[in-house]
């Protein structure tokens, strides 16, 4: 396979792990109303981060580590539990009763740094540790019959994907949070802290049952 070729299918099967709803997703819905657009781009640079280092310890065989049920059981836990910490935040927000919507420093102050909240964000879902243990795994593996460069080639459509996604998130959020009425906001708010709050206790359980 060509290096153009591994691109773009890394690209492709990248889009459909990208669009389905998740955490990161969630978070980036989140930081947006906060933030404005530049917080889905800073989220996926942190979740890039963490990815790069997974690739590059994948090469290096620790993929078999990934794979035992008590470090995935242990990633399903600790993740949950910074979940429900996350999702307390939000509904939290939510609850308050003079709802600051301005996009101003102080505000921003009050969550993680994006990229932080990217590479948290990320780790704490043990599927997308278990992917990148199995269907990751092996794709790097046909990819890496071509060198590094196959590798690379991997990588990079992997992310591409990434960031285009959340980046047109992040956008349309941005774009139409000019449109929200305190009402709205604090509504999306309550959806998103118990959308996650949701993710999380399927996390712990999923951890449990790993054990």
């Known amino acids: 396979m060509e290096l153009g070729s591994i691109f ?79 999702a307390y935040g939000m509904i939290r927000e939510a609850r308050e009763k003079d709802l600051d919507m301005s996009l101003n420093a102080s505000q921003s102050e009050k969550s993680m740094n994006p990229v932080l909240l990217g590479v948290t964000t990320s780790s704490s879902n043990p599927y997308w540790v278990l992917w ?41 959020v941005a774009k139409g949070r000019r449109l929200l009425t305190p009402m709205v906001y604090r509504t999306i708010l309550w959806v998103c802290g118990l959308f996650l709050m949701g993710i999380a206790t399927y996390f712990i359980y999923s951890g449990i049952r790993f054990l």
């Open 132 to 172: 990148w243990a199995t269907v990751g795994m092996g794709s790097l593996m046909l990819a890496g019959k071509n060198g590094i460069g196959g590798s690379v080639c991997f990588y990079l459509g992997h992310i591409a994907s990434d960031f285009i996604w959340f980046s047109l998130v992040s956008g349309a």
């Open 8 to 86: 773009v299918a890394s690209l492709v099967m990248g889009f459909s792990g990208a669009i389905m709803p998740g955490p990161v997703l969630t978070v980036t819905i989140n930081e947006t109303l906060r933030r404005g657009f530049k917080a889905g781009p800073l989220i996926i640079l942190g979740h890039a981060f963490l990815e790069l280092l997974l690739v590059l310890l994948l090469l290096f065989g620790f993929g078999t580590v990934l794979n035992i049920p008590l470090v995935q059981g242990l990633i399903g836990l600790i993740g949950g539990l910074f979940l429900i910490w996350m």
